[in-house]
């Protein structure tokens, strides 16, 4: 692959809608919304496929999506606006926050396990999803947030803390449930309950109408599909998605059980414009939710020297950062920042070129990774087989 020297030029529009006609024509996606802004002008903005396929239903642009871990960014934000209040600090011990949350090294000895190792995924803790299957999160029940309705927060943390950790907190970094302790330790330092905390200091400053940890508009959620054998399938009841040696777990109906707990990692819902209103805000370190020095420390690579599991990419404070383009074979400048969800979504904003773009499918995982978000990004940069 080559770069072009000419992202966003006048044919980047025809080449998104090649890229979103083909993978809905193949049934990868069944569904999406896309929107490219530029200095915060939306230069592409479509909804494409289906809503609900077998409803004939048409995607529409105020979509509202199952966001799972879309949700990290705006929780990471939130955090961050209580350490500027004081609430909490980076270096508290989560013990101060949950005294019973004690996980241990496979030694039996016990480490500090802090707000900043939740935050970028340095805490040794894991996801059942990145295990093999019957591997230890399995065997312990632990939920990754999209399952098991009407589990409690408190009995996940529970089963969390009964398996050993990975690693010693700050000694690596593996991707993991740390955003589910997070949020509650967010909730017990302030005596407010997550979604009470994210709709004050992130989603109503923003003007995020649409984003809560229940579906304020059911009648505008998007039904959920999976990758199948020879196509997109509607997700059932629970349904459970291969990936890697194990399988992601997934009970849409989760969403509508209030007795759920609130997923710092993965459990809220809301819309493609919701999620750019956050990221243009954190773009543009306006002070609008988090002071400018916060947002340049959230959005520059927070673990130099540990190595994650993606090739060039290193971790903020809440989602990755590019180090090395080169490594990671991407066309996107040095110091971008982006994440997705296993619902099928995927984002990123190179604040190179003020550019910000937001993808929310109803495919899990073919709208999060592999050939078609990598192909969305690569139409938008002009980059080309060579």
């Given at each position: 692959m080559s770069a072009s020297a000419a992202p966003l030029d006048r044919n980047f529009a025809r080449r998104v809608d090649q890229v979103v006609d083909g993978a809905i024509e193949e049934r990868r996606i069944v569904g999406a919304v896309i929107l490219v802004a530029r200095r915060g002008e939306i230069l592409?903005?479509?909804?494409?496929?289906?809503?609900?396929?077998?409803?004939?239903?048409?995607?529409?642009?105020?979509?509202?999506?199952?966001?799972?871990?879309?949700?990290?960014?705006?929780?990471?934000?939130?955090?961050?606006?209580l350490v500027e209040a004081g609430a909490i600090d980076l270096a508290d011990p989560v013990t101060k926050f949950i005294p019973e949350f004690r996980p241990k090294l496979a030694d039996g000895s016990e480490p500090v396990l802090n707000i900043q190792h939740l935050l970028t995924h340095t805490a040794g803790l894991d996801y059942g999803f990145r295990q093999p299957t019957g591997g230890p999160y399995q065997r312990a029940g632990i939920s990754d947030g999209l399952d098991q309705p009407g589990l409690s927060s408190a009995e996940n943390l529970r089963r969390i803390a009964s398996v050993p950790l990975s690693f010693a907190p700050g000694a690596g970094w593996g991707y993991s449930v740390a955003m589910d302790v997070l949020g509650e330790a967010m909730a017990r330092a302030?005596?407010?309950?997550?979604?009470?905390?994210?709709?004050?200091?992130?989603?109503?400053?923003?003007?995020?109408?649409?984003?809560?940890?229940?579906?304020?508009?059911?009648?505008?959620l998007v039904r959920p599909y999976a990758d199948g054998p020879g196509g997109a399938v509607?997700?059932?009841?629970?349904?459970?998605?291969?990936?890697?040696?194990?399988?992601?777990?997934?009970?849409?109906?989760?969403?509508?059980?209030?007795?759920?707990?609130?997923?710092?990692?993965?459990?809220?819902?809301?819309?493609?414009?919701?999620?750019?209103?956050?990221?243009?805000?954190?773009?543009?370190?306006?002070?609008?939710v988090i002071r400018p020095e916060t947002a340049?420390?959230?959005?520059r690579?927070?673990?130099?020297?540990?190595?994650?599991?993606?090739?060039?990419?290193?971790?903020?404070?809440?989602?990755?950062?590019?180090?090395?383009?080169?490594?990671?074979?991407?066309?996107q400048a040095p110091g971008t920042w982006r994440w997705g969800g296993v619902y099928g979504h995927s984002w990123f904003v190179d604040p190179t070129l003020d550019l910000t773009v937001v993808a929310l499918t109803n495919t899990a995982i073919a709208g999060m990774t592999g050939a078609f978000p990598d192909a969305l990004r690569d139409a938008i940069y002009g980059r080309r087989a060579g």
């Open positions: 592409y903005g479509r909804a494409a496929g289906f809503a609900d396929r077998e409803a004939n239903e048409p995607m529409r642009q105020d979509a509202i999506f199952r966001l799972a871990s879309v949700t990290k960014p705006i929780v990471a934000t939130a955090a961050l606006a302030t005596d407010e309950t997550l979604p009470d905390l994210a709709d004050r200091l992130v989603v109503k400053p923003l003007g995020m109408s649409d984003t809560d940890f229940t579906v304020r508009d059911q009648a505008r509607a997700m059932g009841e629970h349904h459970l998605v291969p990936f890697g040696d194990g399988a992601i777990s997934f009970t849409p109906g989760r969403a509508f059980d209030p007795t759920s707990f609130a997923s710092g990692g993965t459990g809220m819902n809301g819309t493609a414009s919701d999620v750019l209103k956050l990221l243009e805000a954190l773009r543009r370190a306006d002070g609008t340049a420390a959230m959005t690579d927070a673990i130099e020297g540990l190595a994650t599991t993606m090739p060039g990419w290193g971790w903020g404070l809440g989602f990755g950062v590019l180090r090395d383009p080169v490594v990671a074979a991407t066309p």
